[in-house]
């Protein structure tokens, strides 16, 4: 593809920086009755997210209701719990507060709400039928507290279907939410461990839309300047919470690896990552791209060293030459994010059944297959979990 030639559709209102979350309390909403998506856990609450999101509803003359099941990977059942509670309950759009999990749950609820059926109808891959989506989803506000997917800057959503063990993305021109707002505020509440990783969640959005066989000079754009901002501010948010430049920072990073992924794609380090974590649910999705991330970027480091350097420059690496710089300074990274020591072992993830794991990433997501810059065999991928087993 010619890099030059790019298609270009974001018809996302973001709202960034301190203090946007106000907003939502003037603006025009796009309806009268929220459902409101959360976790299940207990930081929107505990934190007060929930109850000021409800309070700027009240002021806006909104109704809603709360739909708080969502697990860290959302399942097909959350799904389709959630979209009967938004008919039931007359619901005409669709708020996901919180992390990439729930906003991710808000996109495919709100094509449940609208469409009947079954939602693995409408997926690609797997077992999938790929069916046309007949009617529109409801209209989408995503208000992200992390900084990882990008969820609320792409069209895209991922869940898991527990019983067949396929986790898989979806998403249309349609999908993209309708008003994203993104607050470092919100952000700040994050621990640690979980901001290193959702920050390289976004780091591989980057990286990998970087690589892609599609990528061309708008997501470039945007890929560089993520990279360029986790490398300068990820480790710093990590190790101090309270850092508000920091913050501010990673939360762009995310949003501009979201635009990524609405003008690029990720490929197959992504795909691998889905079947770990479709088989282990409790795997965080940052954490298993992060433990297979050395061995996956080793594999094309000879294939396109020209890449590797730009990204190994805008890490950081100002002097870098080669594509064993980029590797040095990911791996710098993580350490100095402290998850330099994680293990697949540690999630149950056992060395027997890694063909497998590949399988399934090719089986499930094949599509990013197709979008890396030098063809993956099953071998290949095989080999690459192999490498980052431990």
């Given at each position: 593809?010619?890099?030059?030639?790019?298609?270009?559709?974001i018809?996302?209102?973001?709202?960034?920086g301190?203090?946007?979350?106000?907003?939502?309390?003037?603006?025009?909403?796009?309806?009268k009755?929220?459902?409101?998506?959360?976790?299940?856990?207990?930081?929107?609450?505990?934190?007060?997210?929930?109850?000021?999101?409800?309070?700027?509803l009240?002021?806006?003359?909104?109704e809603?209701?709360?739909?708080?099941?969502?697990?860290?990977?959302?399942?097909?059942?959350?799904?389709?719990?959630?979209?009967?509670?938004?008919?039931?309950?007359?619901?005409?759009?669709?708020?996901?507060?919180?992390?990439?999990?729930?906003?991710?749950?808000?996109?495919s609820?709100?094509v449940?709400a609208?469409?009947?059926?079954?939602y693995?109808?409408?997926?690609?891959?797997?077992?999938?039928?790929?069916?046309?989506?007949?009617?529109?989803?409801l209209?989408?506000?995503?208000?992200?507290?992390?900084?990882?997917?990008?969820?609320?800057?792409?069209?895209?959503?991922?869940?898991t279907?527990?019983?067949t063990?396929?986790?898989?993305?979806?998403?249309n021109?349609?999908?993209?939410?309708?008003?994203?707002?993104?607050?470092?505020?919100?952000?700040m509440?994050?621990?640690?461990?979980?901001?290193?990783?959702?920050?390289?969640?976004?780091?591989?959005?980057?990286t990998?839309?970087?690589?892609?066989?599609?990528?061309n000079?708008?997501?470039?754009?945007?890929?560089?300047?993520?990279?360029?901002?986790?490398?300068r501010?990820?480790?710093?948010?990590?190790?101090?919470?309270?850092?508000?430049?920091?913050?501010?920072?990673?939360?762009?990073?995310?949003?501009?690896?979201?635009?990524?992924?609405?003008?690029?794609?990720?490929?197959?380090?992504?795909?691998l990552?889905?079947?770990?974590?479709?088989?282990?649910?409790?795997?965080?999705?940052?954490?298993?791209?992060?433990?297979?991330?050395?061995?996956?970027?080793r594999?094309?480091?000879?294939?396109?060293?020209?890449?590797?350097?730009?990204?190994?420059?805008?890490?950081?690496?100002?002097?870098?030459?080669?594509?064993?710089?980029f590797?040095?300074?990911?791996?710098?990274?993580?350490?100095?994010c402290?998850?330099?020591?994680?293990?697949?072992?540690?999630?149950?993830?056992?060395?027997?059944?890694?063909?497998?794991?590949?399988?399934?990433?090719?089986?499930?997501?094949?599509?990013?297959?197709?979008?890396?810059?030098y063809?993956?065999?099953?071998q290949?991928?095989?080999?690459?979990l192999?490498?980052?087993?431990?």
């Amino acid at each position: 593809m010619d890099r030059n030639n790019f298609k270009y559709y974001i018809p996302t209102k973001i709202l960034f920086g301190s203090g946007m979350i106000n907003k939502l309390g003037e603006i025009k909403l796009p309806g009268k009755k929220a459902l409101i998506v959360i976790s299940s856990g207990t930081s929107m609450k505990r934190y007060g997210y929930l109850d000021k999101l409800c309070s700027l509803l009240q002021k806006n003359s909104s109704e809603y209701e709360v739909f708080d099941k969502i697990k860290p990977n959302p399942t097909y059942d959350n799904v389709m719990e959630g979209s009967e509670i938004a008919r039931k309950c007359n619901c005409d759009f669709v708020i996901g507060l919180g992390g990439g999990s729930s906003i991710d749950a808000a996109k495919s609820i709100a094509v449940m709400a609208t469409n009947e059926g079954d939602y693995w109808d409408y997926i690609h891959g797997g077992s999938g039928k790929g069916l046309p989506m007949e009617n529109k989803p409801l209209p989408i506000i995503a208000i992200t507290t992390t900084a990882g997917t990008g969820t609320e800057a792409d069209p895209w959503t991922v869940i898991t279907k527990e019983d067949t063990n396929e986790k898989i993305g979806y998403g249309n021109e349609d999908t993209f939410p309708s008003i994203s707002i993104v607050d470092p505020d919100l952000m700040m509440s994050v621990p640690p461990r979980l901001t290193a990783y959702q920050g390289f969640d976004a780091l591989f959005h980057a990286t990998e839309g970087y690589l892609a066989n599609i990528s061309n000079e708008m997501s470039n754009m945007y890929a560089l300047k993520s990279i360029e901002l986790i490398g300068r501010s990820l480790a710093k948010a990590v190790n101090d919470g309270d850092d508000k430049e920091a913050r501010a920072d990673i939360a762009l990073a995310n949003t501009l690896s979201g635009l990524v992924e609405s003008t690029s794609s990720c490929i197959s380090e992504h795909s691998l990552e889905h079947a770990l974590s479709a088989y282990h649910t409790e795997l965080p999705h940052g954490a298993g791209l992060i433990m297979i991330s050395e061995a996956y970027y080793r594999f094309f480091m000879d294939k396109i060293p020209d890449k590797f350097i730009d990204m190994a420059i805008a890490l950081g690496n100002k002097n870098a030459n080669n594509s064993m710089d980029f590797i040095n300074m990911l791996l710098k990274l993580q350490k100095d994010c402290n998850v330099d020591n994680l293990k697949l072992s540690d999630y149950g993830i056992k060395k027997d059944n890694l063909e497998m794991y590949a399988k399934n990433a090719m089986d499930t997501m094949g599509g990013l297959f197709e979008r890396d810059p030098y063809e993956v065999t099953l071998q290949d991928a095989t080999n690459i979990l192999k490498q980052a087993y431990k």
